[in-house]
Structure formats: structure tokens, C-alpha cells
């Protein structure tokens, strides 16, 4: 019965081997399952958050590339301005010179005269001073106004004391609106 017995255990021991192995293994097979699961969520984590870091990056560079874009533009604007009223001033400083010859002609009294009438009829009744630079006080008519010589480049300005009124019949005023209307007919406008 000795053999009957150590045959039994043995069956036994194997038997409780052989389940004890099973269960190691599958022991094994879950905390392999488990270890699996956690690296591949830690991995997709890391995915995530390393595509977050690029997105983020990829917006900032973007951002800077448009403001560095902007600010080339702008400063590319600037200049064009400036080269705009560069060149507008050289253009109105030559016409400042013809005007100058201009105003050394007989028609240039004849025009004068014809303004200073002009401003007085528009500035309707009241006292009035006819302002002139003083170089053109001896080309004037005699208007009927008190003359009194101005800080001017040519022309006429007028004032009617009584009702506040003042035309402007000024060279530089004339030059200004020619200025303006230039910019915006010859092309030269710069969109901001």
C-alpha cells in the first residue's frame, strides 16, 4: 500500500502542480495584459500631450511669422509713404517755383484783382480788411477795403469783420486743395 499511497500523492502533488502552474500562468498572462494596457495608455498620454506640444508650437511660430509679416508690411508701407511725400514735396516746391515767376507777371495783378473783387462780393456786407503779402500791395485796385499785408506766399484772404466771415483765396490755400486732390487723383494713395 506504500506504492498505492506514494503513487496517490505523486498524482496528487502533480495535480496540484500542474493547477499551480496554471494559475502562475495566468497570473503572469494578466499582470502581462495589465503592463500592456497601462504602456499603451501611457503611451497614447505621451502621444497626446507631445501632439498638444506641437499644436502649440505650430501656433506660436505661425504667430510670429505673422507678426514678423505685419511688421515687414508696415515698415515697407512706411517707406512707401514717405517716398510718396518726398516726391509730392518736390512736385509742389516746382510749382512753388513757377508760381513765384508767376506771380512777377501782369496776369498774376490781373488774377489778384480779380480775387480780392471776388472775396469781397462772397464776404457780403459789413467792414472788411483785404490781407496780401506786402510785395503786392502796389498791383492792387482800389476796392473800397482796408489792405493790410499778411504772412502770405500769394493770393488774397479776406475778412469781414462785422459778420466773422473769411475767404480764402490764398496761394496756400489753393496749393493745399491741389495737394489733396492730387493724392487722391493721381494714384499715389497707400491702403493702410
Given amino acids: 500500500m506504500d506504492a498505492n499511497m506514494e503513487q496517490s500523492f505523486n498524482k496528487f502533488k502533480s495535480l496540484v502542480l500542474d493547477d499551480a502552474q496554471k494559475q502562475r500562468e ?64 518736390k512736385i509742389f516746391n516746382d510749382v512753388k517755383e513757377k508760381l513765384l515767376e508767376y506771380m512777377n507777371t501782369p496776369e498774376y495783378a490781373q488774377w489778384l484783382n480779380m480775387k480780392i473783387k471776388s472775396a469781397l462780393d462772397e464776404s457780403g456786407d459789413g467792414d472788411k480788411i483785404v490781407y496780401l503779402r506786402s510785395a503786392d500791395e502796389d498791383r492792387v485796385e482800389k476796392c473800397g477795403a482796408e489792405i493790410k499785408t499778411a504772412e502770405l506766399f500769394g493770393g488774397v484772404k479776406v475778412s469781414n469783420e462785422t459778420r466773422g466771415i473769411i475767404i480764402n483765396y490764398s496761394i496756400e490755400e489753393l496749393l493745399e486743395e491741389q495737394k489733396n486732390d492730387f493724392l487722391k487723383n493721381s494714384g499715389l494713395t497707400i491702403e493702410i
Fill in 26 to 89: 495566468e497570473i503572469f498572462s494578466d499582470i502581462e495584459q495589465t503592463k500592456k494596457e497601462e504602456l499603451e495608455q501611457k503611451h497614447n498620454e505621451f502621444l497626446g500631450e507631445a501632439y498638444k506640444t506641437i499644436q502649440d508650437n505650430i501656433s506660436k511660430i505661425q504667430k510670429a511669422n505673422k507678426e514678423k509679416i505685419l511688421q515687414s508690411e508696415l515698415s515697407a508701407k512706411k517707406e512707401l509713404i514717405l517716398y510718396r511725400e518726398q516726391l509730392v514735396e
